[in-house]
C-alpha cells in the first residue's frame, strides 16, 4: 500500500525523514518495499499557456501550437484534442525527461518542428489506476515556466507497504498513523468526524435499506441535498494522487479519500437513478448483465451479491458502481454508502471477474464493519468542509448482528517466558495502549479490551507478539535452546528414513506421493490371485467414493498408476520412489490393522533389470546391510518370471524387485517395459547398521587371482559367490563378478563367469602357498556344490 509521507504527518508529529520512517515501522513488524520520491525521475517539465492552436498543414489529426512557457515562446505539434487556447499544459521541453525514464528531444512531425511535447498525467506518472484521455489541463493560476515538479509537490516521498492479510487495519493513513504512533511512543488525531446536518429531510422518509443475504453483514446510508459538483480542492487531490488515485469530482474524491484515509471503501450513488426508493442488498440472477463504471458490461450469477434499486442492479458489492447510478456533472442529491461484505465472496468474485480494486482488495480482508459508522462521518464532515451540499437527518442502519469488542487476560510472566525477556508490566502496558488495546494490571495479568479493528488478535501469542514488537525485536536477547540435538530426539526409523531417501535421490530418482485407500479393482489390474491375502482388505465406513473404498495392502498399484499417468503425458522416462504404507487385518477382532513400512520404486524409459537392481544395492549399501541375498523369484503374477528377483534377509522375504509382467502393463497403458521394486522398509530398518567405525589401512599386501567357471546357466550368481565366501575363509577379503559369457565357444545351456578374488590376511603376509591352499580349495568346492568346471 502506498503511504503518502506527508500524509501521516498529518495525524502524528514526528521529526524523521521518510526513509527512516519505513525502517522503524519495519522493526515493528511493517515491511517498507521501498520508499519512492514521486517525480524524481522527471526533468525539464514545466508549466505552458496555449496561446495559438492550428491545424497541421500536412495531417488532419496533427495541431500545431504556440505556447508560452515564460522565458521564452516555442511551437509544439501534438495528436491530442482535449485543449484550447488560454489553456495552460505541462510540456516537456527539448531533453525533457518523464516519468517512466522517457527522453523527449525536439524534432519534426510531418514536416513541421515540434520543440517538445505536451504531458498527461500518465506521462508525469501521476495518473493511479485509472485510464487517462488527454492532456493534463491545469488550473489558470498555475505559473507560466514553473517547474512541474514543484507546482504539483511531486518532490515528495511515497512509502510503499507489504500489508498482510492478517492486519486490514493497517490499509488506511490513520492505521498507519497509528502504528506510527505506537512506534514512536507517542500520540495520533482522528480526523474530524464532526458535521453539520443542513437539511430538514430525513433520509428514512425517503429511502428504505433490505438485506436478503447473509453475505453483507452491514449495511449503512446517508442522504446529501443540494450537491455541488465541482473539482476538489488542490490539497484533496494532492492527497489522491500521491496514493496513485485519480481525482475526479468532489463527491467521488471524497469516498476515495475516506476509503485511504479510514480504510472503509464507500460508494456514492445519484439518487435520481434510485426510483424505487429502496435499496435492496441481494444475489444476482444468473446469467444477469450489467455495466461497471469501466463501462464494460459483464455477465454475472448467483455468486455474486449486488445492491439493487429494487430489482435492478446498481453495484456490485464490494467491486465496483455501476454505470447506471453514477455521478455526474448535473447530480443535486447523493446517497453515500457504507457497508461490510463477506470477504471470502468478494475475493472470488473480483478473481472471477478479473477486476481488483481498491475497494474489493479490502474487503476481502475482511474489514471490520464498525468502521462504517467512522467513514460515514467522515464523508459528511468533509461535505460540509468542502461546501459540496447539505447533509440530510438520520441515518440508515442495517446491522444484524453486532460485532463486540472482545476481553482478553494474559499473564505477563508468561510473556517473558515466551519471549526470553525481563520486559515490566508497565512497559507492556504501555506497548499495548500505544497500539489502542487497551490495558489494565491487575497483579501478574494484563487484562485487555481489544478493539474490533484488530481482527488478528485471539490467542496470548498474538498479544505477545504485539508487545515484542513494540518493545522492538532488536532489544530481546539471544537465547539458546535447552534442548537435545535433534538427531537424538528422533525416533530410530526416522534417521534410517532419511538415509533411505537421501540414497534414492541420489541415485536420480524423485519423490511420489499416493493416497493409502484404493480401489478393490486395483487387484485385478496388477492380477492378484482370487484367494491371494493381498485381498483380505480393511473397508472404509464412508469413502469417498468406490475409487478410494479400501485401505491397500499393497503399493504396488499406487507406483503402477504414478508410472502410467507419467507415460500418458509423454514424458519419455520416470524414475519414482514412494514411502508408504500398507494396512494388514489384525488377527483379532476389533482391533487396529497392521501397518507396514513399504518402499515402492518403479521406472521406466532407458533402464533395464540391473538399473533397478542397483538402485536397491545402493538402498542396502547405505542401510549397512551385507547378508541380503537375492533369490530367483518367479511365481508372482505381477512380474516378469524369468526377470525378477526376491530379497531375503535373515531368512524372511524382505521384499520383491524386477520387471512388470507385460499383462499388468497393458493395465496402465504402458507401452514399455516397466521396472518395480516393493521392499519391506520394517524388515531393512532391523538389519540396517549405520555406524560407521574406524578400519586401519592393512599392514600386509594382498594376493589376487582370477578364475573362471563354466556353470550351467541356472546356477544363480549369487549362489556361486556364497560358496567361494564359505570355503575361502578368513582370509579371502573380496570377491569381484567381472565378466559373464555365453557364446560359440560355451556349450549349450552353459554359461562361464569370471572373478578376480583377493586375499588378505590381517596378520601376516601371505605366501603363494598359502593362497594356493585356500584357492584349490574354493574350485573343489564350487565342483561339488555347483558343478562348477575351470576353463
Not at 487517462?132 to 509537490?153: R, T
Not at 497393458?666 to 574406524?694: I, Q, T
Request: with cysteine; proline share 4%; glycine share 6%.
Amino acid at each position: 500500500m502506498k503511504v503518502p509521507f506527508n500524509w501521516i504527518k498529518d495525524y502524528v508529529d514526528i521529526n524523521v525523514d521518510a526513509k527512516e520512517l519505513g525502517d522503524i515501522l519495519t522493526l515493528t513488524g511493517s515491511q517498507l518495499e521501498e520508499v519512492e520520491i514521486q517525480g524524481d525521475s522527471i526533468k525539464n517539465v514545466v508549466v505552458c499557456y496555449i496561446e495559438q492552436i492550428e491545424k497541421h498543414p500536412d495531417a488532419d489529426r496533427l495541431n500545431v501550437c504556440q505556447v508560452d512557457i515564460g522565458t521564452e515562446k516555442i511551437q509544439i505539434v501534438t495528436a491530442a484534442t482535449n485543449m484550447k487556447e488560454g489553456d495552460k499544459v505541462p510540456v516537456a521541453l527539448h531533453k525533457s525527461i518523464l516519468a517512466d525514464g522517457t527522453e523527449i528531444k525536439k524534432g519534426k512531425m510531418r514536416g513541421v518542428v515540434s520543440n517538445g511535447m505536451f504531458c498527461s498525467e500518465e506521462e508525469l506518472g501521476i495518473a493511479g489506476d485509472e485510464p487517462v484521455h488527454g492532456l493534463m489541463i491545469l488550473p489558470e493560476d498555475a505559473p507560466i515556466g514553473m517547474d512541474i515538479k514543484e507546482y504539483l509537490k511531486l518532490n515528495k516521498a511515497i512509502l510503499d507497504f507489504d500489508i498482510t492479510s492478517n492486519r486490514p487495519d493497517c490499509l488506511s493513513m490513520v492505521g498507519m498513523a497509528r502504528e506510527t504512533a505506537a512506534a514512536f511512543r507517542t500520540t495520533y488525531k482522528m480526523p474530524n468526524l464532526n458535521f453539520e446536518v443542513k437539511s430538514s429531510k430525513n433520509i428514512n422518509d425517503e429511502l428504505k435499506v433490505t438485506i436478503k443475504s447473509d453475505l453483507c453483514r452491514r449495511y449503512m446510508a446517508r442522504g446529501v441535498k443540494n450537491v455541488k459538483i465541482v473539482p476538489s480542492p488542490s490539497w484533496m487531490q494532492e492527497r489522491l494522487l500521491e496514493a496513485g488515485v485519480r481525482p475526479i469530482n468532489n463527491i467521488v474524491d471524497i469516498t476515495n479519500f475516506v476509503m485511504l484515509e479510514i480504510g472503509e471503501p464507500m460508494h456514492a450513488f445519484d439518487k435520481r437513478q434510485l426510483t424505487t426508493e429502496e435499496i435492496v442488498v441481494d444475489r444476482a440472477k444468473d446469467g444477469e448483465k450489467f455495466t461497471t463504471l469501466d463501462e464494460i458490461e459483464r455477465e454475472l450469477d448467483s455468486s455474486f451479491l449486488c445492491i439493487k434499486d429494487g430489482d435492478k442492479t446498481v453495484a456490485l458489492a464490494g467491486i465496483m458502481g455501476g454505470l447506471n447510478s453514477e455521478i455526474k456533472e448535473d447530480t443535486t442529491e447523493v446517497v453515500f454508502e457504507c457497508a461490510n461484505f463477506d470477504g471470502t465472496n468478494i475475493r472470488v468474485n473480483s478473481k472471477v471477474l478479473g477486476l481488483r480494486t481498491e475497494s474489493s482488495s479490502r474487503f476481502e480482508k475482511d474489514i471490520d464493519p464498525n468502521l462504517a459508522q467512522i467513514a460515514l462521518d467522515r464523508a459528511c464532515a468533509l461535505i460540509c468542509e468542502l461546501g459540496s451540499g447539505e447533509v440530510m437527518e438520520g441515518t440508515i442502519d442495517e446491522y444484524p448482528s453486532v460485532k463486540e469488542i472482545s476481553h482478553m487476560t494474559v499473564s505477563a510472566s508468561w510473556i517473558n517466558k515466551f519471549l526470553g525477556t525481563d520486559i515490566t508490566k508497565a512497559e507492556m502496558k504501555s506497548a499495548l495502549d500505544s497500539l489502542d488495546l487497551n490495558t489494565e494490571i491487575n497483579g501478574d495479568n494484563l487484562e485487555i479490551t481489544v478493539p474490533t479493528f484488530r481482527v488478528d488478535i485471539g490467542i496470548r501469542e498474538d498479544i505477545a507478539e504485539e508487545v515484542a514488537r513494540i518493545y522492538g525485536y532488536d532489544k530481546i536477547p539471544t537465547t539458546v535452546f535447552d534442548v537435545t540435538p535433534m538427531r537424538e530426539n528422533k525416533h530410530k526409523n526416522d534417521i534410517l528414513r532419511e538415509v533411505v531417501i537421501d540414497a534414492l535421490i541420489a541415485s536420480g530418482l524423485n519423490q511420489s506421493i499416493s493416497y493409502s485407500f484404493v480401489s478393490p479393482k486395483v487387484f485385478d489390474k496388477i492380477k492378484v490371485a482370487e484367494d491371494s491375502e493381498l485381498r483380505d482388505v480393511i473397508k472404509i465406513k464412508n469413502p469417498l467414493g468406490e475409487d478410494f473404498s479400501v485401505m491397500r495392502t499393497s503399493t504396488l498399484p499406487s507406483i503402477m498408476e504414478s508410472l502410467g499417468r507419467n507415460y500418458s503425458r509423454n514424458n519419455e522416462y520416470a524414475k519414482l520412489f514412494e514411502i508408504g504404507k500398507v494396512y494388514v487385518k489384525s488377527e483379532e477382532e476389533n482391533k487396529l490393522p497392521n501397518e507396514k513400512n513399504i518402499l515402492t520404486i518403479g521406472m521406466y524409459g532407458k533402464v533395464d533389470f540391473l538399473d533397478l537392481k542397483g538402485v536397491v544395492e545402493n538402498v542396502l549399501d547405505r542401510l549397512g546391510i551385507t547378508k541380503a541375498k537375492f533369490v530367483r523369484e518367479s511365481e508372482n503374477p505381477t512380474f516378469h518370471p524369468g526377470k525378477t528377483a526376491g530379497i531375503q534377509l535373515r531368512g524372511k522375504s524382505a521384499g520383491i524387485f524386477g520387471e512388470i509382467h507385460p499383462d499388468v502393463q497393458d493395465e496402465y497403458g504402458l507401452d514399455v517395459p516397466s521396472y518395480v521394486a516393493e521392499l519391506n522398509l520394517d524388515l531393512l530398518y532391523e538389519a540396517s547398521n549405520v555406524k560407521r567405525e574406524y578400519a586401519p589401512i592393512p599392514k600386509f599386501p594382498a594376493a589376487t587371482r582370477d578364475i573362471a567357471i563354466l556353470v550351467d546357466d541356472s546356477i544363480l550368481v549369487g549362489d556361486i559367490e556364497e560358496c567361494m565366501l564359505r570355503a575361502g575363509g578368513s582370509i579371502v577379503e573380496k570377491i569381484a563378478l567381472f565378466d559373464i559369457y555365453k557364446g560359440s565357444q560355451i556349450p549349450e545351456g552353459k554359461k562361464s563367469i569370471a572373478y578376480a578374488i583377493v586375499y588378505r590376511d590381517a596378520k601376516k603376509s601371505l605366501t603363494d602357498n598359502d593362497v594356493n591352499k585356500v584357492h584349490d580349495k574354493i574350485l573343489k568346492s564350487l565342483e561339488n556344490k555347483v558343478g562348477a568346471q575351470l576353463r
